[in-house]
């Protein structure tokens, strides 16, 4: 038989190759394009297991352990693989009822997808972190059959010493902000909120490590991947030395016991802080762990305001602690010489203004008016200066006085290593224009004279004064970073290592020291105040304040000759500078100078710790 | 006599065909054994499945020596005695089989499991041969074509009814050999009409676009047409019929599609026509599997490194998607490879059908031939999601028995037939 359709076989053959062609054609779209598909392909089957590093552990400068790390445990879910039939279970051990886990469910099905910018697909994200011991054995043991759930490791802050809270600062879980602004962070990692913590976060923190495992479908670990490119183990934070002496500043916090009020201790030569303090204050091992959260909304409304920074953010006026400023910058500009003497009737007089003076004795020199602390003596020093006919005018004159006042860093920021810092104020001659008229006069604005009216300080500006009279005339500002090992200058940023210099004569400081001195001494407004021994200076101040009783300041620094320590007192409604400021400064110079010897001043002691000014 | 010997048994079975049989099968059973090795492993470890395949390739060897003394007067003499025979099997799964992934289409013996729809397209090939091969047969006359279609739409029933659409789909590959025997080709080009009409009408439904607009373009283009062709009476007739006609057919075809497809089914063919994007649901393995091949890139990512097919992201990667392991462990270079080896399968399996000296053996060739091409081309499309997602396996290359013995069947049938028979 005669086959008709033999033609048809070469139809059978280019049809065939076509089609083909045409697959082959689609596959290349597929594989020569481009390679996102090989890259979908990695990240569907790698998991890269977060490992997470330790803290820098925290020593006060003396090598003592303040804070260390503590394991703690998050559960993880890969929300696609939860299943139903497990819930019941996961509430039990958890403790949280059925909405709590649909609410924390939910969250993760976010944040899982959220975390795909780092690891592009099938992520997981944080179910329950800080899981407490019952809880982590409970559910380790069980995760077999638990399936889309997995513990993560990661440390959280253990405090061994719990002492300068506000300094140290706490932990908190990465805000919304931070994990847009730095894809270092993914949710649920701790950071520093406040502190040293915040402040040296970068380092702190230390370095993630990446373990790479091979995931499934369903995403069962199916081993490691043996790759060493795909796994690097987590480095620690570098070990932190702190200024602070932990155990000048448990001390402090002692005497403080039951009062409102701030101390800043100074190693002048350095800058280093050696006490922080604030009261009221918290625990910082409440800021740990499950109770992280809620302790710190507890803290968030109680009223005595626990996390709040006065010894950076808190502002008061000086008082007559300034007054050995005022006198320094008389005697450089010239205005008095040390043996100029002033009257004073019991107070100064302008007009039908009079700003009131304590009973005292004939006319002072300067080393006098600083002992007595004579209001009237720095009224009118005051105006001296700033109505000093050199100058042109008195608006002129404040400015001269401004510049001063702001080389001794008040009216700006130290710069100490925390965030947050207030400026505190020193009005220029534009602000007192708003106050009191464009044409103000000296007489208007007489209360800064003696640390009054619109000027303010933190008291760490107050301590910094004191740091500045020790070193006679200069600072290096005060932080908190001793050294990290290993760091270039052991971490100190170039500020902390350079002396600001205050354009005052070192001899114009001997006159203010010698009158400093003598506070402490008989007819001092600090008599009896000192420690045996102890060559101390101080100045005392007495601030009004509008609100209730005035509070107490005291800024000392001790020995009189190569100083060690320079300090500043804040206690709030303490009254007069000498009733509670003052003895807590001199006690706290003895302990840090004469650590291990027992107190000359015990009964001093044991009335400050004893006596509550308001309840706790 | 008309059965006797044309050639003596000094015919060697055609090299060509068996060296790219050979080829397919070692392609096969390397990409399975990679796919199914353990994670990180890297020494050569046979997993169960792979050690099955090994075993079903043995017995594929003793099916084609048993072949190789075959009489081949037998293979022509029985092939209506087969069919019958396969029917019946195929009959009696329905009753006595026992049911794998929603298809009650196997015999269970211990481990193992043997499907006989494998079978019947071996049987259906032979059964159409010795039809349409009778001496002086033609392909006309309704009668003829009747039975023609009715030999391997019959089995399509079974297969349906054993609920397994794959396989039943393979039967249109018949089609192909009834046009190499003299089919008219406007039935091949009218059977491509219909099937663009009935995409367009899916994507008209899928888009939620009222069907009207469709005819109604159908119509305007025709009455256009007619326009043009006003002076001839007869292309106006049918130019007429045929807008007619297309829209009526794709009216059917919208309201079928609506009403007769569960939504997963519409799910599925709307994912492959593009018009829905479901990445976590159905639209997941075909995505994980166009992810796999992507990811071989020119050279592939090497042996036993395609983490999308061995971490089990791609379904079924050992069988019915057996591709993907190719394109990611092989790249484009071992796309090529395999094509290659298939290609020329298929275009050996045209020439010796050619030089047959009978029709029975040429319809036997052409029918192993669109039969192994039909799978290639719905098993691949799938796999590069061209196609919906039809499980049936990539012939000599996936992972089972029945399907490798079922194919080795086929095409050594008809090997042998050529030994003995060819001109
Ligand atoms: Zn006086």
């Not at chain 1, 602000?431 to 009216?453: F, T």
Request: glycine share 10%; hydrophobic share 40%; charged share 20%.
């Amino acid at each position: 038989m005669q086959d008709v359709h033999k033609n048809r076989s070469r139809v059978f053959v280019v049809g065939l190759s076509f089609v083909f062609l045409l697959f082959l054609y689609r596959i290349g779209t597929l594989q020569l394009v481009d390679d996102k598909y090989e890259k979908r392909a990695i990240n569907n089957a790698l998991n890269k297991i977060t490992l997470y590093p330790a803290r820098s552990v925290i020593y006060d400068r003396f090598g003592k352990i303040i804070a260390k790390n503590a394991a703690s445990y998050d559960l993880f879910i890969f929300p696609k693989e939860e299943k139903v039939d497990n819930r019941l279970f996961i509430q039990q051990i958890l403790q949280i009822d059925s909405n709590q886990y649909n609410k924390l469910l939910t969250e993760a099905w976010i944040n899982s997808k959220k975390r795909q910018k780092n690891n592009a697909y099938n992520r997981s994200a944080i179910f329950y972190s800080n899981l407490n011991q019952q809880q982590y054995t409970a559910l380790r043991e069980n995760l077999y059959r638990l399936s889309g759930f997995y513990i993560e490791p990661r440390t959280d802050r253990a405090y061994e010493i719990f002492g300068g809270a506000h300094a140290f600062g706490y932990l908190g879980e990465a805000s919304e902000q931070l994990l847009k602004e730095d894809p270092y962070y993914q949710p649920g990692d701790l950071v520093g909120i406040t502190g040293i913590e915040r402040y040296y976060e970068e380092f702190m923190r230390g370095t993630k490590g990446i373990k790479t495992v091979w995931q499934d479908r369903t995403y069962k670990q199916r081993g490691e991947v043996q790759d060493q490119a795909f796994n690097y183990p987590a480095k620690s934070g570098p070990d932190f030395y702190a200024t602070i002496d932990i155990e000048l500043q448990k001390f402090a916090e002692e005497l403080f016991n039951g009062k409102r009020g701030s101390v800043v201790a100074i190693e002048p030569s350095t800058g280093e802080v050696l006490a922080f303090l604030n009261k009221p204050d918290y625990n910082p091992n409440d800021l740990v762990g499950q109770d992280r959260a809620r302790s710190f909304r507890k803290m968030l409304i109680d009223p005595k305001k626990p996390l709040y920074n006065r010894a950076v953010k808190g502002v008061y006026p000086p008082g007559s602690t300034v007054k050995t400023v005022l006198a320094l910058i008389g005697l450089q500009e010239g205005i008095i010489h040390p043996g100029s003497t002033k009257g004073c009737g019991g107070g100064y007089r302008m007009g039908n203004i009079v700003v009131g003076c304590h009973p005292h004795g004939g006319p002072l020199d300067v080393v006098g008016s600083i002992r007595i602390s004579c209001n009237s003596y720095y009224c009118g020093l005051f105006r001296e200066i700033i109505d000093h006919p050199k100058y042109g005018s008195t608006h002129n004159g404040y400015r001269v006085l401004e510049r001063y006042w702001r080389s001794f860093g008040l009216g700006d920021p130290t710069g100490i290593d925390l965030l947050g810092e207030s400026s505190g104020n020193v009005p220029t001659v534009e602000r007192l224009a708003k106050r009191h008229g464009k044409k103000w006069r000296s007489s208007m604005v007489i209360s800064l004279g003696i640390g009054q009216g619109e000027i303010l300080l933190t008291p760490l500006q107050l301590a910094n004064v004191a740091a500045i009279l020790a070193n006679r005339g200069y600072y290096i500002p005060p932080h908190l970073l001793k050294k990290v090992n290993g760091l270039k200058n052991n971490g100190l940023k170039e500020e902390y290592r350079t002396k600001k210099i205050i354009p005052i004569d070192a001899k114009h400081f001997e006159t203010v020291i010698e009158g400093m001195s003598q506070v402490m001494k008989p007819g001092g407004t600090a008599n009896g105040i000192g420690i045996n021994g102890i060559e101390i200076c101080g100045k005392t101040g007495t601030a009004q304040n509008p609100h209730g009783k005035d509070h107490s300041l005291f800024i000392a620094f001790a020995p009189r000759n190569n100083p060690k320590i320079a300090i500043g007192v804040i206690v709030e409604n303490g009254g007069f500078g000498a009733t509670y400021a003052a003895p807590i400064a001199s006690l706290m110079i003895e302990k840090y100078l004469m650590r291990d010897t027992a107190s000359s001043k015990q009964f001093m002691i044991d009335r400050l710790k004893s006596t509550v000014l308001e309840p706790q | 006599m008309k059965y006797q010997y044309s050639s003596s048994d000094n015919n060697k079975m055609d090299i060509w065909g068996v060296f790219f049989y050979i080829l397919l099968v070692a392609i096969g059973f390397i990409n399975i054994f990679s796919v199914t090795s353990d994670v990180n492993q890297t020494s050569l470890v046979l997993s169960d499945i792979a050690y099955k395949q090994l075993f079903f390739i043995g017995g594929a060897i003793v099916i084609i020596l048993t072949l190789s003394f075959a009489n081949v007067v037998l293979i022509d003499y029985l092939s209506y005695y087969v069919y019958a025979i396969v029917i019946l099997l195929n009959i009696a799964v329905l009753f006595i089989g026992k049911e794998v992934g929603g298809a009650k289409s196997w015999f269970g013996f211990g481990g193992f499991g043997i499907q006989p729809s494998e079978f019947l397209k071996l049987a259906t090939s032979m059964a159409l041969a010795k039809f349409l091969g009778g001496y002086g047969m033609r392909f006309s006359g309704w009668r003829n074509v009747t039975y023609s279609i009715g030999i391997f739409l019959f089995p399509v029933i079974l297969i349906l009814l054993q609920n397994d659409t794959g396989s039943a789909l393979v039967y249109f590959s018949f089609f192909l050999v009834l046009y190499r025997e003299g089919m008219p080709g406007y039935i091949i080009i009218l059977a491509f009409w219909m099937g663009l009409l009935t995409i367009l009408s899916i994507v008209f439904q899928g888009l939620e676009i009222s069907s009207y607009y469709l005819v109604g373009t159908i119509l305007g283009v025709g009455s256009i047409a007619v326009y043009f062709a006003r002076k001839s009476r007869q292309w106006v007739v049918l130019i007429t019929f045929i807008a007619v006609s297309s829209a009526v057919f794709s009216t059917i075809v919208g309201i079928v599609y609506d009403k007769v497809f569960q939504w997963y089914q519409k799910d599925r063919i709307e994912i492959v026509l593009g018009l829905k994007e479901d990445k976590q649901g159905m639209g997941y393995n075909l995505d994980q599997s166009k992810v796999a091949i992507g990811a071989g890139r020119f050279i592939g990512r090497g042996f036993q490194n395609g983490t999308q097919t061995k971490m089990g992201f791609v379904p079924e990667q050992h069988t019915d998607f057996i591709f993907c392991t190719i394109g990611e462990e092989w790249g484009f270079v071992g796309v090529i490879v395999f094509f290659s080896a298939f290609l020329g399968l298929l275009i050996r399996l045209i020439q010796l059908s050619e030089r047959q000296s009978d029709a029975y053996g040429r319809i036997l060739g052409y029918s192993v031939c669109c039969i192994l091409f039909f799978h290639w081309f719905v098993n691949i499309g799938m796999t590069i999601g061209l196609i919906p997602v039809i499980g049936i396996p990539l012939p000599f290359v996936s992972a089972g028995g029945s399907s490798l013995w079922g194919f080795t069947l086929l095409l050594f049938t008809f090997l042998r037939y050529d030994q003995v028979r060819r001109n």
